[in-house]
């Protein structure tokens, strides 16, 4: 949980950070396009199929996984948490770049961040729900540390 916290506080500092390097540099500021937060959207929904589908194998059903498709799992699911939990900082540091800004479409970049801040934290809880998905009786989790 910490990795992803540090991912996603990295996502926010980078993210406020590109509207004013890019005023500063003398460039348009990026805008948040309508299928930035579909494409977040989706993989939300892709991650949590998978989670819904592992759970009702391993859980319900008490099949074993094969190997390879359990750690492929594993991989997908902690690749996924890293890269939505960054994403949602960057666009949740980015919509918070606007607040107050002048700019004709500040409104616009602030709210298209905000939503794709939420789709990219979407995508981090279905992450989360298809690692513990994976895990089979027995399995503790780690020690807080």
């Known amino acids: 949980m910490r990795t992803l916290l540090g991912w996603a506080a990295l996502g926010l500092v980078l993210g406020w950070a590109v509207h004013p390097l890019a005023e500063r540099v003398g460039v348009v500021p990026p805008l948040i396009s309508t299928p930035q937060p579909l494409a977040l959207l989706l993989l939300a ?3 949590g199929y998978a989670a819904w589908a592992t759970h009702r194998a391993v859980q319900v059903r008490r099949e074993r996984l094969e190997p390879h498709k359990a750690v492929n ?13 960054a994403a949602t900082g960057g666009y949740l540091g980015y919509a918070l770049s606007w607040i107050g800004d002048p700019a004709e479409l500040a409104d ?37 540390t």
């Open 73 to 85: 799992r594993l991989v997908l699911a902690r690749a996924s948490a890293l890269v939505a939990a």
């Open 45 to 47: 929904a892709m991650l």
């Open 108 to 144: 616009e970049r602030l709210v298209r961040s905000l939503l794709a801040s939420g789709a990219a934290l979407l995508a981090v809880v279905a992450a989360m729900l298809l690692e513990r998905a994976c895990r089979v009786r027995g399995d503790d989790p780690p020690p807080a």
